[in-house]
């Protein structure tokens, strides 16, 4: 079974991710990380404005303020072979609900040349927990992000061999 | 007549474009634009690896090292609106030759909200100059970068009133 | 009369601020612009806190929340000479009032190399616009905004041949 | 015995540090790590031009380029507090030789605002391996980078209990 479209996502290496080295620096990797499980949760259909806060002057019209933040507590990465400006990436996620309020994404970096074989270039983790943003007290997980963890489970478990 | 493909390119503003007053840090507007410009490029045809520098031992099988690079040696940004997390943008890039080494680009971005008429929110313009990577001394733009120049000329003649 | 030490400040290039061509990648230019501009008003005595929105959970205690913000509306920068990893930076700041809701800062960035003349290696601009957060409608500058723009006027006049 | 200069820096967090939910974006502590990498290299007396590659042309004069990368191969980091815009922080270093061709550094983030006893933030942890840049493979590290190594070690156990 394919990965739903949520989970598997397209990026380019840009030259202001490379550095000196003529190759794609660390933390940049993060960055990417985020904005996948951003894309991921836009493209399962949760909006954005009603997970992320943003200035309450500029919100589209009609949707309240989240009440509810999701702090990443840890983030790691494994870097296995060096990328270049223009490599075509394939991200793929692993979104996993640890307890009632924290869950972690896991992303595969892996770099699709045409005419190669993809290759595994990276990996990395993030962990998020939530908390009330007023009173930074730990809390469930929005239900949204409840949602997007059990469809992306069951897609999980579609692909695993018995 | 419409615009070709890689002049009119989209993206999504993400979280970590945004600072604390809750919409896009000003600076990211200039990572977007150098990304919208190697988009375009690429769109258009153009082998990433034909015009961007990067370590030796990476680069895509075949391809030869540029020897001519194309720094920024001028940019600058108008911001009309605040831009928060999620929202839409479409980007329309301008490239103009300028001299026979030098060409600039300009942007503008509208944010494209579903249900809402599409707003100019910001402009902005990178200047390039083509230098001998070696001595760093001004030559020819690359021949790539021209055929692209001229075709976006092309594009933009087609949509001008007479 | 020297510059006082709010208009004068020290940065390193570092490796994550350069790209593939070896040399600083130039949207980071606009990132040490703003990181200047803050250095400046702390050295000056402006609490970062009186002037920059934060999380309310995480203020330091005792300090209101600013209700005007300061976006900027315009940015501008000027690329003269490359700069590689590890180059000593010195800038100097001009902030100006440009009317009573709104100033701009002049940037210029010269390489001091030890053993090496002094060269300017890039110059650039910022403007900014005092709005209320929750209106966005113009309104005065902060009160303390106003002392570090006289203060720095001040010490211009007395740098300034008559 | 107290830490030497090279293992102890200071940064503070800037407005373009944080993101909407008015706190640090956490891909910008990975930042700080490299930066602090460097300027502890640079502090301790290492010549960045020994160790980082840059534009050729741009080299300061009587320097070799080079010829061993230290690219990074994996990172983690435990975010513990939220960190706002103005928040001073002292960086603590622990750099731990791992094999002959291969190191890691510690970080360990503390928070130090006036008046308040300073807490601990968030740690992180980079690990780099030594390779020549032309072929990519495995090599001892760099005479410099080893003495670092060695001064770092020895400074360690003078304050560690017996």
Redesign the interface.
């Known amino acids: 079974m394919a990965s739903p479209s949520w989970l598997l996502l397209l990026r380019?290496v840009?030259?202001?991710d490379?550095?000196?080295?003529?190759?794609m620096?660390?933390?940049q990797l993060?960055?990417w990380?985020?904005?996948a499980y951003?894309?991921s949760l836009?493209t399962f259909g949760v909006?954005?404005?009603s997970v992320?806060?943003?200035?309450?002057?500029?919100?589209?019209a009609g949707l309240e303020a989240p009440t509810v933040?999701l702090?990443?507590?840890?983030?790691?990465?494994?870097?296995?072979r060096?990328?270049?400006?223009?490599d075509p990436l394939v991200i793929a996620l692993e979104p996993l609900r640890l307890e009632p309020g924290s869950f972690e994404v896991r992303y595969r970096f892996a770099r699709s040349?045409s005419g190669e074989e993809p290759q595994e270039v990276a990996r990395a983790l993030?962990r998020h927990l939530a908390i009330e943003?007023?009173?930074?007290l730990r809390c469930p997980l929005p239900e949204a992000i409840g949602r997007w963890l059990e469809a992306s489970a069951v897609a999980a478990g579609g692909i695993r061999p018995l």
């Open positions: 380019t840009r030259f202001g490379t550095d000196a080295a003529g190759v620096h660390f933390h993060l960055r990380c985020h904005e951003e894309e836009e909006e954005p404005a992320f806060p943003m200035a309450a002057a500029d919100r589209p933040a702090p990443i507590v840890h983030c790691s990465a494994d870097f296995r060096p990328l270049v400006c223009g040349r993030s943003a007023a009173s930074r």
